[in-house]
């Protein structure tokens, strides 16, 4: 089994920044590849970014290529996303996910275990 907690969430202008942050436990961190995905009211769960093992490969949505940065930390089990220019369509719950070794995927059902959410919203 695998425990995850996020963190970090809160509220934003648009065009501000924030850090999420996923912190693991009950599985060797460096065994698992990780995503975040968020859910807007009204809206299925949606694919934001992921990152395989070893940080050999990251892959992100088109909609925050270039604004959002996925990163781990396998020493500290944590996993975390910084989000630049936030806009107003980014506001979500956001889930941070992981599988059973990689590669990684952007279907939220190849996901084994899942973080209870991080409320993110951006104001305009």
């Known amino acids: 089994q695998v425990w995850l907690v996020e963190s970090g969430g809160g509220l934003v202008q648009a065009g501000g920044s924030l850090r999420v942050s996923c912190a693991a436990s009950?599985?060797?961190?460096?065994?698992?590849?990780m995503a975040w995905f968020r859910q807007a009211p009204g809206k299925e769960r949606e694919f934001v970014a992921a990152?395989?093992?070893?940080?050999?490969?990251?892959d992100y949505s088109d909609s925050v290529k270039g604004r959002f940065t996925i990163s781990r930390d396998n020493a500290k089990n944590t996993v975390s996303l910084q989000m630049n220019s936030l806009k107003p369509e980014d506001t979500a719950v956001y889930y941070c996910?992981?599988?059973?070794?990689?590669?990684?995927?952007?279907?939220?059902?190849?996901?084994?275990?899942w973080g209870q959410g991080t409320q993110v919203t951006v104001s305009s």
């Open positions: 996910a992981a599988r059973d070794y990689d590669p990684i995927y952007h279907e939220p059902n190849l996901y084994n275990y």
């Open positions: 009950g599985r060797t961190f460096s065994s698992l590849a």
């Open positions: 990152i395989s093992r070893r940080e050999y490969s990251t």
